[in-house]
């Protein structure tokens, strides 16, 4: 199937600072990239759409200004976490969507923030 | 609005039992219904799905049917192994934007 990649896989930054997080679809084009948020035992939380060329879709409670997302290109979305505070530690997910029939979104490895 | 309801974990099974996860559903017209798995250390991968009423998908020794009349989308496996020890999640599609709603998540630990 297709791959898709996250990076960095952990990260632990000082509470006030920025953290960029690249997810990129290695063997085919994403047209749609999801970002997901998910915590302990809990489901995972869409957080926004992020189609190529175009602003991102935020969901309901998802602070924009505070998460930014940018999907420069067909094979890469980034999310960066501005002003990181401790409860914003989280484990991360995107997924990309190639588009087609096939109704499939294949996910990255996720993730780990850890603000301190 | 639109929800996906699923057994709460953890379920731990003996190697070759029998596995149920149960998963209902509530959505407006005809959602597309999947499975994914998330293994330890792993992404989020497809396991089965199914994308109208009756459909059963399956995969890897597990099925799930499309139950309209019950709205839902049961995870079975007739004979667990260890090596299916990891995290499933049912998840429905309604519309064409390809947001996926998501059930909490099933963990399953399977012992030799």
């Known amino acids: 199937g297709a791959v898709v990649s996250q990076h960095p896989s952990r990260v632990i930054c000082k509470s006030g600072t920025s953290v960029k997080i690249e997810c990129r679809s290695l063997d085919f084009q994403a047209t749609t990239m999801f970002w997901y948020r998910q915590f302990p035992k809990q489901s995972l939380m869409l957080m926004a759409t992020s189609n190529e060329g175009s602003k991102a879709t935020y969901e309901q409670g998802v602070e924009k200004d505070k998460f930014l997302i940018n999907h420069a290109s067909l094979t890469l979305s980034t999310l960066t976490v501005t002003s990181a505070h401790p409860e914003d530690s989280s484990f991360y997910i995107c997924s990309a969507y190639s588009g087609g029939a096939k109704y499939e979104q294949y996910f990255g490895p996720g993730t780990r923030l850890t603000v301190t | 609005g639109d929800s996906v309801t699923q057994m709460e974990g953890p379920v731990t099974l003996s190697e070759e039992a029998f596995l149920t996860i149960n998963c209902t559903y509530t959505a407006t017209g005809y959602p597309s219904l999947f499975w994914y798995v998330q293994y330890p250390g792993e992404g989020l991968q497809l396991l089965l799905k199914?994308?109208?009423a009756d459909d059963k998908g399956s995969n890897k020794g597990f099925e799930a049917t499309y139950r309209k009349e019950t709205t839902s989308f049961h995870l079975e496996k007739g004979s667990v192994q260890v090596s299916d020890s990891a995290v499933y999640f049912c998840a429905l599609e309604a519309g064409n934007n390809r947001k996926l709603i998501w059930g909490l998540g099933t963990s399953l630990a399977v012992n030799p």
């Open positions: 199914a994308t109208k």
